[in-house]
């Protein structure tokens, strides 16, 4: 299943860049996983491996309309889909108080 939705996820990046010329394609599936790679001449790209037991690491990337590139890798495993990128949001820190009052918790275990 996780080789048919990268496939798909590749297909859909060709037809929204259906201006673009390929420049490197590599679609191989071999007993113990797969490597899918796919370049196009305006600066997207996406490429990923996979095992046999569905552990996926990938990477993808293209130039915004602003120019900003824009990179996105990501890790799909038993833990599930793993992003990371200086563009993704990111949590707020957490307040003062909250993280004492975990410390308080943590040292008064309840009885029960």
Do not use: M
């Not at 259906?18 to 796919?38: H, I, P, Y």
């Not at 949001?89 to 918790?105: C, G, N």
Request: glycine share 6%; charged share 20%; hydrophobic share 45%.
């Amino acid at each position: 299943l996780s080789l048919q939705l990268l496939v798909c996820a590749l297909a859909a990046l060709v037809v929204a860049n259906e201006n673009a010329e390929v420049k490197e394609l590599v679609n191989d599936v071999n007993v113990d996983g797969f490597v899918s790679k796919l370049v196009l001449d305006n600066g997207v790209a996406a490429s990923a491996t996979g095992d046999v037991h569905g552990n996926i690491d990938g990477v993808f990337e293209w130039v915004s309309p602003e120019g900003e590139h824009v990179r996105v890798s990501y890790k799909a495993d038993e833990n599930g889909y793993q992003p990371q990128s200086d563009l993704l949001p990111t949590p707020p820190p957490v307040p003062e108080a909250i993280l004492k009052a975990i410390a308080y918790i943590q040292a008064h275990p309840s009885k029960e």
